[in-house]
């Protein structure tokens, strides 16, 4: 079946620990998107890549860096700088380079910070 | 900029009552308009979606949508809810970027519990 899988579902990190969120898919999609989703906030984006080699900064960049050196995978790293990392993490694609295509989206990645 | 509003946070509706999700959004032009729903602990799914032609729009899983352009309102109805409609919905709102990035913004959700 085709879709977009997170991995791991649940992820604990120390604090002062970068840690790497992966997102994989197998839709063929160009474009790619890192969401970050806390409770009564909806989703604000992180990252978002439209081609392969190639990404954007979303509204709550920092803290956070990614790479996109194939088209089917998107890992997203949570760094030390990130001030308040704990959330629920989204990744979602689209098939050509505009979020205004269907979104589809992975099951997330819940990360606490301990 | 665009902007999006859910005035409900929660609702709670009897199973085979009717459904009403409001969402108003904010921007200058013709906007897309999006409902994805979010099953708890899961990704969103795409319920249906608005950029122009008929202004009541069909989706998926008994779902359609109404945009007033007076009232700037993109709100979800379902005839009969059904007890797995109990999920998270969000309205989004999105706009072709003019000097940079096309741009989808999210609305903060609206919590529908379905009771028997």
């Known amino acids: 079946d085709g879709g977009i899988t997170q991995s791991p579902k649940y992820l604990f990190r120390k604090e002062g620990q970068n840690v790497t969120l992966s997102c994989e898919q197998n839709?063929?999609?160009?474009?790619m998107y890192w969401y970050r989703q806390d409770p009564g906030q909806g989703l604000r984006l992180i990252y978002y890549?439209?081609?392969?080699?190639?990404?954007q900064k979303g509204d709550i960049a920092e803290g956070y860096s990614v790479s996109r050196e194939k088209k089917e995978s998107f890992p997203l790293t949570v760094t030390s700088a990130q001030k308040n990392p704990t959330a629920f993490y989204l990744c979602?694609?689209?098939?050509?380079?505009?979020?205004?295509?269907?979104?589809?989206f992975g099951p997330g990645t819940r990360l606490t910070v301990l | 900029a665009q902007s999006v509003t859910q005035p409900d946070i929660h609702i709670t509706v009897s199973e085979g009552a009717s459904l009403e999700l409001r969402c108003n959004y904010s921007?200058?032009?013709?906007?897309?308009l999006f409902w994805y729903v979010q099953s708890p602990g899961q990704g969103l799914q795409l319920l249906l979606k608005?950029?122009?032609?008929?202004?009541l729009v069909q989706g998926i899983k008994g779902f359609e949508a109404e945009f007033k352009r007076s009232q700037s309102s993109f709100n979800l109805r379902k005839p009969s809810v059904h007890w797995s409609d109990a999920a998270e919905y969000f309205c989004?709102?999105?706009?072709?970027?003019?000097?940079?990035?096309?741009?989808?913004?999210f609305g903060p959700g609206t919590s529908l519990s379905v009771i028997p």
């Open positions: 608005y950029f122009s032609g008929d202004t």
């Open positions: 989004a709102v999105g706009a072709v970027g003019k000097t940079s990035y096309d741009k989808v913004i």
């Open positions: 890549s439209q081609i392969v080699n190639d990404f």
């Open positions: 839709l063929n999609h160009d474009a």
């Open positions: 921007y200058g032009a013709t906007p897309y």
């Open positions: 979602a694609s689209s098939p050509r380079g505009s979020p205004l295509d269907e979104q589809f």
